[in-house]
């Protein structure tokens, strides 16, 4: 059940009112599933080591239609 509204993106506060399980304890497991994904992100990598990034500037824009963020 942690697993599926994580890939929701629920939050953990709102995870621990549907369930038995403590705020504290649901973010403990967040937190260790984010650490294998980056885990095994770094795993499938093709760039070994560090990544050096040149002087490029990159932009990012968030659009917020009907409560979506995009």
Do not use: W
Not at 4 to 32: C, G, M
Not at 45 to 67: A, C, N, T
Request: net charge positive; charged share 20%.
């Amino acid at each position: 059940m942690i697993i599926r509204y994580f890939a929701h993106n629920l939050p953990a506060s709102k995870l621990a009112a549907l369930s038995d399980v403590s705020r504290l304890t649901i973010n403990q497991r967040f937190f260790k599933l984010r650490t294998r994904i980056a885990q095994l992100c770094d795993a499938s990598s093709p760039f070994p080591g560090e990544i050096e990034m040149d002087g490029s500037s990159f932009v990012f824009g968030i659009l917020e239609r009907q409560g979506s963020l995009h």
